[in-house]
């Protein structure tokens, strides 16, 4: 076995994302026997199930092989889920190379390719699809001879050229053109033209928007390394597309024919993007806002419209969790909700119990905690306990649990004591989690139980189970709670504890914590703080926690609306996050933009072109290039050409002295030093030698004939 293949095998166990790994593997399988290499080329597939490339590469080799048997189950498995034009194609020319012997052939490629033009049909490029279905129709009107089927046949091809001219896709114009050829009625193709110079007008931007996609990329799992960046690029661009189906570029008046683009693009990002939850969240969400749409648009009733809109969300969440988002918490959270929005309270159950039964869910404790707020909402508070008591036993779990449920009991019952026991059960398990103690003491503040508060804080302060590094929340919060409830004599002994603690800290990780620092803690309140920012930078404070002072935060929001304030709708709590991220932008350092060269993107970068790169160029500085334009062409200039870096080094080896004494030519014993010494006779002969060197090669700096050589040399001799 190849050492590169052992490395790449070693490779996909750590990076199943490993493209070039499998790309290895699949080439040396190729060159094996079929029977030895269909379990990896199984493997393949299980890897990425929505990749028509894979899946196109594992039938051609069953095809190589003439296992037929094995390609039609293949083909069975793949083409009603993967809508890929280049897979579908390989389906049409395997039934056209394989059942042409067949006694139904005409019948079995008529099917197929009502099938293909109904699944991959809408595709940018199904023209090649549409273009051969026509001209299959066309061959067999060649063998009717009766008059009547003849006429069915030739309207079935009308039909298609239609069909095809009414979705907008690349070549469009050669689908037009065969059209024209083929219909023999001037009328109709007249009555047609108006809307086919729409559709080529709406095919243009079908394609601008789908030119960025890399239809051929598979589904990469989020858990393993990949290319990010390029990773969201795509994204973004299937979201383009998305959006521009959903404003319905086509005008269409069927409000189902649009919902059945939105859908196709969905589908298509699908094959690509599959493990982006958002995006299933975002078609399941969409399919259920159309009802309204069609009992208006469309007039279709109550049953209709069920069937294509919350049947079809459901099934589109039940395909989700059973593939790509088994792990997703979101994504049953949000299929659990739309299920019960639909008083389907028995699939409810069964969603929450697929999610808590997976393994691998990325969030456990969350779905523990939004069921039992189920169970509470359709049943009782006694059942949401149950369950409780049932999730405890989950290894998965963390505090949160604890503290959910005994603010559930607290809200619910009005009990205050048994959410306090939650609490106290909970501080068995997490009693060194600095998070949940602090719960604890909140929910213990807002009861007015002064006391039993100022005993939990001195008890969880003073035993060893936090780390005193982590303490400095609850240290705040204590002097919080005293500066609301004790005198000033509590209030300085706690503020004097807290000194102690962090004095005594070694290798403090708060960051120098000085008096005065901690006595901005205890005059804070939100974000109000007793000074500054300057001032605050120059005392070292560093707990400010992305707050922001009120006359930054309003300058900064009015920036901010200022930006987004162009026709974009922000919520206010983007504001806020967008104003805190302006803010903590404000304090790193940033570059000179000034000194930044500016970036031209130029399509096609011509030879030459100073500083370019891949998608375009960094031009000259304004001065630079209005020299650049005075300057007469490179064209005109043949040479002799310098060698820049061998001149330099030339200049470097040289001695150059500090002082230069000018060399002048000396004729008759005296120096020339200006032209005007020049004899008339000599400035006649340049005079006369320009003016016989009109023609545009002298001009040009290129040889003189063999004519005009010698009278020059001649004139030199006089």
């Known amino acids: 076995m190849s050492i590169t293949i052992e490395k790449a095998r070693e490779k996909i166990i750590n990076n199943p994302n490993s493209l070039d790994s499998w790309n290895i593997l699949i080439k040396d399988a190729q060159e094996k026997p079929m029977e030895d290499t269909r379990q990896f080329f199984e493997q393949l597939i299980t890897q990425f199930p929505t990749s028509s490339k894979y899946w196109k590469i594992y039938i051609e080799e069953e095809i190589r092989h003439k296992n037929y048997d094995q390609v039609e189950k293949l083909f069975e498995r793949c083409l009603n889920s993967i809508l890929n034009i280049d897979l579908w194609k390989c389906f049409l020319n395997y039934l056209k190379e394989n059942k042409r012997n067949h006694e139904d052939y005409n019948k079995i490629m008529i099917q197929a390719y009502d099938s293909a033009v109904k699944k991959i049909g809408l595709d940018v490029l199904s023209y090649s699809i549409w273009l051969d279905y026509a001209n299959f129709l066309k061959n067999l009107d060649l063998n009717v001879t009766d008059q009547s089927d003849k006429l069915t046949l030739y309207e079935s091809i009308r039909k298609i050229y239609r069909m095809a001219l009414e979705n907008p896709m690349a070549n469009i114009d050669q689908v037009w053109k065969e059209y024209c050829a083929f219909e023999n009625e001037e009328n109709l193709i007249e009555s047609l033209n108006k809307e086919f110079q729409y559709v080529k007008k709406v095919s243009k931007e079908y394609e601008n928007v789908t030119r960025p996609l890399e239809r051929n990329l598979p589904s990469l799992s989020l858990e393993y390394p990949l290319d990010e960046d390029e990773d969201i690029r795509q994204l973004h661009a299937w979201k383009r597309y998305i959006l521009w189906e959903k404003q319905n570029p086509l005008k269409l008046t069927s409000h189902r024919d649009v919902i059945r683009r939105v859908i196709f693009a969905y589908e298509q990002a699908f094959l690509c993007m599959a493990y982006h939850c958002d995006l299933w969240h975002e078609a399941a969400l969409f399919l259920k806002n159309q009802k309204e749409p069609l009992k208006r648009i469309d007039k279709l ?21 059973s593939t790509f988002m088994k792990t997703s918490c979101l994504t049953h959270l949000a299929y659990a909700d739309f299920e019960e929005s639909r008083s389907n309270i028995k699939k409810v159950y069964d969603v929450y119990e697929k999610c808590i039964s997976e393994e691998n869910l990325d969030q456990a404790t969350l779905a523990w905690i939004h069921y039992i707020f189920f169970v509470r909402r359709n049943e009782d508070i006694h059942a949401a306990r149950k369950l409780f008591k049932r999730a405890r036993q989950d290894s998965r779990i963390t505090y949160h649990l604890f503290i959910a449920n005994a603010l559930l009991e607290y809200f619910h019952s009005k009990d205050k004591t048994v959410g306090f026991n939650i609490f106290h059960l909970g501080t068995k398990k997490f009693s060194n989690e600095p998070g949940y103690m602090l719960a604890f003491i909140k929910y213990m503040s807002h009861l007015n139980e002064d006391n039993n508060a100022r005993v939990l804080f001195e008890r969880i302060l003073t035993t060893e189970d936090i780390p005193a590094y982590k303490t400095n929340e609850i240290w705040s919060e204590f002097l919080k709670f005293e500066c609301a409830v004790g005198d000033l004599a509590s209030i300085l002994k706690v503020d004097k504890k807290r000194l102690k603690v962090f004095e005594s800290i070694q290798n403090n990780p708060l960051n120098e914590v000085t008096q005065s620092t901690l006595m901005i803690d205890r005059y804070r309140y939100m974000d109000l703080l007793p000074c500054n920012p300057i001032e605050l930078k120059s005392m070292g404070y560093k707990n400010i926690n992305g707050h922001l002072t009120s006359s930054i935060q309003t300058s900064t929001m009015a920036n901010l609306s200022a930006i987004f304030s162009n026709n974009v709708s922000i919520s206010q709590a983007d504001m806020a996050t967008a104003a805190v991220n302006e803010f903590k932008r404000s304090k790193l350092p940033t570059p000179d933009i000034s000194q930044m060269m500016p970036f031209k993107p130029v399509r096609n970068i011509l030879p030459g072109m100073m500083h370019s790169i891949a998608g375009g160029v960094f031009p000259f500085p304004p001065a630079v290039t ?58 006649l002969k340049r005079s006369y030698v320009n003016a016989g060197s009109d023609d545009e090669d002298t001009k040009k700096g290129k040889s003189m004939d063999i004519y005009k050589q010698r009278q020059y040399k001649k004139l030199i001799q006089k």
């Open 301 to 321: 009733d109550d049953n209709e419209v069920i069937e294509i809109t919350e049947t079809a969300a459901a099934s589109l969440y039940e395909r989700a969790i």
């Open 626 to 683: 209005e020299l650049v334009k005075r300057l007469p062409p490179p064209s005109t200039y043949e040479g002799p050409f310098v060698i820049i870096d061998e001149l330099i080094r030339k200049f470097q080896e040289c001695d150059i002295p500090e002082e230069f004494q000018p060399y002048y030519i000396q004729i008759n014993g005296e120096p020339i030093r200006d032209f005007e010494h020049l004899s008339t006779s000599t400035m």
